[in-house]
């Protein structure tokens, strides 16, 4: 088993993200997570796998504090926003985008206002109430729509697209904040398998262009292997890997779930897909 990488204690500015004795009890003493520790340093997709209780959702949240940690502390370039206050917490965030498993668009609105409400954090409440959003910003979201492929689809209801696209919505509004960081929660769990490839090719591009770091909760060994520069596996909790995605082996996929025949989980050169 690879050795997990620990992060030193951080005294101003660090690397941009270092997680340090991450803790996490429930009511009732649910362990989710137990003193979990890493460093994300440089650009790179990094996927979070392990069974499901291990904690890979609790972690995604603890890090912009949508959980609150019972322990420990989540540096963002050196400020532990576990220690924020509300406002401070709020400007924060704002370096963080976030991208849910259930995408989280309000279905009432058209796929354009649903993106610009990635601007909210820069704009104020107001201003996107009145959806008075400054003309860069609309320019920038009609660019977004073509990168994330859903041009002509401005107007469109959120409740009305499939479920390919509600997702596309999802990443083009988290990466309207222009965010240092992207933490991405099951993104492909209501997908099917060619949909589930696409929205990982596309998430990974995009971190690849903006060099914004992604930390992607993902159930699928195949899909974090084949999009992911590095993984992270949890079991109980815990580190039990830390290493580049060309280090899932059955040893280590033993490790973190336990004793099974691997041989056909491990992807394969020859079986990536051609195209979008």
């Known amino acids: 088993m690879a050795a997990a990488r620990e992060a030193p204690?951080?005294?101003g500015a660090g690397p941009l993200l270092a997680?340090?004795?991450?803790?996490?009890?429930?009511?009732?003493?649910?362990?989710?997570?137990d003193g979990v520790s890493f460093l994300v340093d440089r650009p790179e997709v990094i996927a979070v796998i392990g069974s499901s209780g291990a904690g890979k959702s609790t972690l995604i949240r603890c890090i912009n504090r949508l959980v609150e940690p019972t322990a420990g502390r989540v540096l963002l370039g050196g400020t532990d926003i576990v220690g924020l206050g509300t406002k401070d917490l709020r400007q924060a965030r704002r370096r963080i985008g976030m991208i849910f498993q259930e995408f989280n668009l309000v279905d009432r609105l058209t796929v354009m206002e649903n993106l610009l409400s990635g601007r909210l954090g820069s704009v104020g409440f107001?201003?996107?109430?009145?959806?008075?959003?400054?003309p860069q910003d609309v320019a920038n979201a009609f660019a977004m729509l073509d990168r994330v492929g859903l041009s002509g689809l401005h107007d469109s209801r959120a409740d009305a697209l499939s479920g390919g696209q509600r997702q596309r919505v999802g990443i083009g509004r988290?990466?309207?904040?222009?965010?240092?960081?992207l933490l991405v929660d099951e993104p492909t769990a209501s997908l099917d398998p060619k949909t589930a490839r696409q929205i990982m090719r596309?998430?990974?591009?995009?971190?690849?262009?903006?060099?914004?770091?992604?930390?992607?909760n993902i159930h699928d060994v195949a899909l974090a292997q084949g999009f992911a520069d590095r993984v992270i596996g949890l079991k109980a909790g815990k580190v039990a890997f830390d290493g580049p995605?060309?280090?899932?082996?059955?040893?280590?996929?033993?490790?973190?779930?336990?004793?099974?025949?691997?041989?056909?989980?491990?992807?394969?050169?020859?079986?990536?897909?051609?195209?979008?």
């Open 174 to 181: 988290a990466l309207m904040q222009n965010p240092d960081l």
């Open 245 to 276: 995605s060309t280090g899932l082996t059955p040893e280590v996929l033993t490790e973190i779930y336990g004793a099974e025949d691997w041989s056909q989980t491990i992807r394969r050169e020859d079986e990536e897909e051609a195209g979008a």
């Open 9 to 11: 204690a951080q005294g």
């Open 126 to 134: 107001f201003a996107s109430w009145l959806r008075r959003y400054p």
């Open 202 to 216: 596309l998430i990974r591009a995009l971190a690849e262009e903006r060099a914004t770091p992604a930390l992607v």
């Open 19 to 33: 997680i340090e004795g991450l803790a996490k009890v429930y009511p009732g003493g649910t362990r989710a997570l």
